[in-house]
Nanobody
């Protein structure tokens, strides 16, 4: 009943910028946290950035100072602004949300379909 739809991926040159968007729709009472993960070829899926309902944020060391995560609670949307992109940022980026569909519900985890980000000259 909950769907996460990502957009904004693409091909950019090193040093360029991209903004990823993720909108959650369906039955949503409260989103505890939304975040972005990525998986590069030959590597484990890793957390890139996370933002909680209390607006606390967490970033991977490799992206600190370059990426910024933000959230619009009313629109159930999260963005990832990526600046100064490097070759090693190339990966499939996945949106993630931990949320309650109703006030009595348990916390469930949802994933987007993934969007490809390629940094290349």
């Amino acid at each position: 009943q909950v769907q996460l739809v990502e957009s904004g991926g693409g091909l950019v040159q090193p040093g360029g910028s991209l903004r990823l968007s993720c909108a959650a729709s369906g039955s949503i009472f409260y989103i505890n946290a939304m975040g972005w993960y990525r998986q590069a070829p030959g590597k484990q899926r890793e957390l890139v950035a996370l933002i909680t309902g209390g607006r606390n944020t967490d970033y991977a060391d490799s992206v600190k100072g370059r990426f910024t995560i933000s959230r619009d609670t009313a629109k159930n949307t999260v963005w990832l602004q990526m600046n100064s992109l490097k070759l090693e940022d190339t990966a499939v980026y996945y949106c993630n949300a931990d949320l309650r569909e109703e006030f009595w519900s348990r916390v469930n985890t949802y994933w987007g379909q993934g969007t490809q980000v390629t940094v290349s000259s």
